[in-house]
């Protein structure tokens, strides 16, 4: 089992930033891949970034590229989205995600953490 909390959403003007966390337990953090993931009102959830189980690898939907940066303190079983020059389209429920086998599939999910950008 693992066990994933998010925090760090809330209301944002446009072009501001945020910083989502998200705390693991449960499993040996450090084995795994983690990822971000959002669903805006009306809409499917949708894959924003992917980090591998050692930092190394980073994967970012077009739509975030080059704004949101993800990370992971795996000292502190602790996962990152840093997301910069937010727009109101980024408005979401944000979710953290754990693929215990690495392979692009998800085991666990947090229970979200609400991110909305005004214009």
């Known amino acids: 089992q693992v066990q994933l909390v998010e925090s760090g959403g809330g209301l944002v003007q446009a072009g501001g930033s945020l910083r989502l966390s998200c705390a693991a337990s449960g499993r040996t953090f450090s084995r795994y891949a983690m990822g971000w993931f959002r669903q805006a009102p009306g809409k499917e959830r949708e894959f924003v970034a992917r980090i591998s189980w050692n930092g190394g690898n980073t994967y970012y939907t077009d739509s975030v590229k080059g704004r949101f940066t993800i990370s992971r303190d795996n000292a502190k079983n602790t996962l990152y989205l840093q997301m910069n020059s937010l727009q109101p389209e980024d408005t979401a429920v944000y979710y953290c995600?754990?693929?215990?086998?690495?392979?692009?599939?998800?085991?666990?999910w947090g229970q979200g953490t609400q991110v909305t950008v005004s214009s």
């Open positions: 995600a754990a693929d215990l086998h690495n392979n692009h599939a998800y085991d666990y």
